[in-house]
């Protein structure tokens, strides 16, 4: 049984900043590929930030770039998105997601096959 678990949402003031984790349960977690998501109320699910299996790569959406870091601790079994310059645009509920071994890109969701539940992030201006 796979379980992702997000952490570290809350309300924060624009400007300000966050740190999400994710913390999962998946067998072997340094052999696969990883990314958050977001979705705001009455909007489709948006790529926010990818990394590979190793960290050597990294991917980000467009409006989060240059804001946004994501990262992962292998011993661990987890990874981190550290969100600065916070903007009321941010707000949403942010997923983790595991790729799937199939998947042909970053950034869609059906490349991913689990996925957590999800941490709130609401940005006041």
């Known amino acids: 049984q796979v379980h992702l678990v997000e952490s570290g949402g809350g309300l924060v003031q624009a400007g300000g900043s966050l740190r999400l984790s994710c913390t999962t349960s998946?067998?072997?977690?340094?052999?696969?590929?990883m990314a958050w998501f977001r979705q705001a109320p009455g909007k489709e699910r948006e790529f926010v930030a990818a990394?590979?299996?190793?960290?050597?790569?990294?991917y980000y959406g467009d409006s989060v770039k240059g804001r946004f870091t994501i990262s992962r601790d292998n011993s661990k079994n987890t990874m981190s998105l550290q969100m600065d310059n916070l903007q009321p645009e941010d707000t949403a509920l942010y997923f983790c997601?595991?790729?799937?071994?199939?998947?042909?890109?970053?950034?869609?969701?059906?490349?991913?096959?689990?996925w957590g539940q999800g941490t709130q992030v609401t940005v006041s201006s």
């Open positions: 990394i590979t299996w190793n960290g050597s790569n990294r």
């Open positions: 998946v067998r072997s977690f340094g052999n696969y590929n």
């Open positions: 997601a595991k790729q799937s071994v199939h998947a042909m890109n970053y950034y869609g969701t059906g490349e991913y096959d689990y």
